[in-house]
């Protein structure tokens, strides 16, 4: 009889350990849409990305336009650097490749 139980409670046991681990194995359902793990652009990032047009816009007016005088405000040196890479970054930089993919290279540029 003492051996019976055993058995019993052994293979009881056994069953409720089974059960625990798939249990915890199994995906759980979070019930979020695709439409809120797609990630759009920012209020913020809407902004920064218009200023930086409107700096390459106004970059091209001079180029095409050298004669005409400009009637912005002069600029600090660290923000035209801030703008000149970050309009280099937006113009030519391509977020949809991976790491391994391109080469880094450096590019040097004379003001």
Same mark, same amino acid.
């Given at each position: 009889m003492?051996? !019976?139980? =055993?058995?019993?409670y052994?293979s =009881? +046991?056994i069953v409720? +350990?089974t059960s625990?681990?798939?249990? #915890?194995?199994?995906? /759980?359902q %979070?019930g979020i849409d695709k #439409? /809120? $793990?797609?990630?759009?652009q920012? @209020? !913020?990032d +809407?902004? =920064? /990305? !218009?200023?930086i047009?409107?700096?390459r816009?106004k970059i *091209?007016l001079i180029?095409? $336009?050298? #004669? =005409?005088k400009s009637?912005? *405000?002069?600029?600090e &040196? *660290?923000?035209a650097?801030? @703008?000149?890479e970050? %309009?280099?970054n937006?113009t030519?930089?391509?977020?949809?490749t991976?790491?391994? /993919?391109y080469?880094? *290279?450096?590019? @040097?540029i004379? &003001?």
């Open positions: 003492k051996r !019976k139980k =055993l058995f019993t052994f =009881l +046991a409720i +350990a625990m681990i798939i249990y #915890s194995c199994q995906k /759980e %979070t #439409s /809120e $793990n797609q990630t759009g920012s @209020f !913020k +809407a902004q =920064l /990305e !218009k200023r047009i409107a700096f816009d *091209d180029r095409e $336009n050298p #004669s =005409l009637g912005t *405000d002069p600029m &040196v *660290d923000s650097v801030w @703008f000149f970050a %309009t280099s937006l030519y930089g391509d977020a949809s991976t790491s391994d /993919e080469i880094i *290279d450096s590019s @040097f004379d &003001v």
